[in-house]
């Protein structure tokens, strides 16, 4: 029976029952933790044979020695396999080091001390900077437009893209809105993944702007649930025959394949926006980890390669997400106080509570020894204005553990909307 059915006296013994049960869970002093979305301890095996390579006495690609200087964009075999899996051109697509997220921030830095291949001047120099944020969205992306002082500018997601007449209008007549956050694949934390007339719309509107960017962090581009692997949009191609070459820069990287802090990124972008990336980097770096790269290429030989290996995390990672699912629609499903949608691949599970109440779910969480990330951080400065929504990452513990995390929240999400309902 709804929540929203139920007498005062009918309310007031569920909830008294669900304190009861509550506080016996309280008692245990619990530690378990859903707050980011790391690799478990199993995933992180499946590349232990990296740890090996490339080996003594392999150090050449072609004609470049790995160890030595040089060799900017990155490695022509590794780019070659990670054009294959996001659909561009080899020569469109460059290798860096660990972090996509590095590539991000040095992008829109970049921009900020000196302008774009589009721009006038120095974004520095605007009289005033805008950046538009889907949300539910991904806090370290939000985290960067702050500390670089750009005004950050919410617009909803929905399972198929943000929305677009919104997107639309904003770009249209503000020069200020010099570009975007997406997660276009499986988006951190819905899930959601943006249809091909979204993609369109992104590269063919009429932006206000001339130097405005799209940021497509295409982090779960090969982060399957199931067994099949995702359609790739070419957003260059598409751009470039809009007339907007220089609209998307789409980066990735195998944080979530191998290993976090000794991975490989990439960027794919146009000729133009990838000499400016370039230029600006080798002030910066003398180059990447070429032999890390060519580990990663041994390592995974082909785009084939990549692809089982993910299939392998999947069939660590697919139990606990059907777990949560399970426990999330036997604990609240009758009562029609939460709502989730179960992707079909990335890290998380975006669960979306009763207004007004997520972060009380979230505390009496934390005091059940449960640790959330905080109620509000998917969305800009961590101000969700409804309250609602939660991010759950169930991929780090044994399923055992986000079974008993995901009964604890559950069961927070329904006190904390009992309370809210008398």
């Not at 200087?69 to 294959?84: D, M, N, Q, T």
């Not at 950046?131 to 939000?142: A, N, T």
């Not at 581009?221 to 070459?245: M, S, Y």
Request: charged share 20%.
């Amino acid at each position: 029976m709804a929540l929203s059915d139920l007498s005062h006296d009918e309310l007031a013994g569920l909830e008294s029952q669900l304190a009861s049960e509550y506080a016996a869970l309280a008692d245990k002093g619990l530690s378990l933790d859903l707050t980011r979305g790391k690799p478990s301890p199993e995933q992180l095996a499946l590349s232990e044979r990296l740890l090996a390579l490339p080996g003594e006495g392999d150090h050449t690609s072609g004609a470049t020695d790995v160890r030595n200087y040089g060799g900017g964009a990155g490695l022509p075999e590794l780019r070659a396999i990670f054009a294959e899996l996001l659909g561009v051109d080899p020569d469109r697509l460059i290798a860096q080091d660990n972090a996509s997220l590095s590539i991000m921030y040095d992008a829109l830095t970049f921009a900020m001390l000196f302008g774009t291949p589009d721009s006038e001047r120095p974004w520095k120099d605007e009289p005033a900077l805008r950046w538009l944020c889907p949300v539910p969205g991904y806090d370290r992306h939000f985290g960067i437009t702050q500390a670089l002082g750009i005004e950050m500018i919410p617009v909803p997601l929905g399972p198929t893209g943000p929305d677009m007449d919104v997107v639309e209008r904003l770009v249209a007549d503000d020069p200020s809105i010099k570009g975007m956050w997406c997660v276009p694949i499986f988006s951190n934390p819905t899930g959601a993944v943006y249809d091909d007339h979204t993609v369109s719309r992104l590269a063919r509107m009429t932006t206000a702007a001339p130097d405005f960017r799209v940021i497509w962090d295409n982090a779960y581009v090969v982060h399957t649930l199931t067994t099949d692997f995702p359609k790739v949009p070419d957003v260059d191609t598409v751009a470039a025959e809009a007339g907007n070459p220089n609209r998307f820069l789409q980066v990735c990287s195998t944080s979530k394949i191998t290993f976090a802090g000794a991975g490989v990124s990439f960027l794919s972008s146009s000729e133009a926006n990838l000499d400016w990336y370039l230029k600006h980097a080798s002030v910066r770096t003398i180059g990447p980890n070429k032999v890390n790269q060519l580990a990663h290429a041994r390592f995974f030989g082909d785009a084939e390669g990549v692809r089982a290996h993910m299939l392998a995390h999947r069939e660590s990672i697919a139990p606990k997400f059907a777990a949560a699912d399970e426990i999330l629609t036997r604990r609240l499903g009758e009562y029609g106080i939460a709502s989730w949608a179960m992707p079909e691949g990335g890290y998380f599970i975006d669960l979306e509570v009763v207004d007004g109440t997520a972060t009380e779910t979230v505390r009496l969480a934390k005091e059940a020894g449960v640790a959330l990330t905080p109620a509000g951080a998917a969305y800009p400065y961590g101000n969700d204005p409804d309250d609602r929504h939660i991010r759950l990452a169930p991929t780090l513990p044994p399923l055992a553990e986000v079974e008993a995390a995901m009964e604890i929240v559950g069961l927070c999400a329904l006190l904390a909307a009992c309370r809210a309902a008398r």
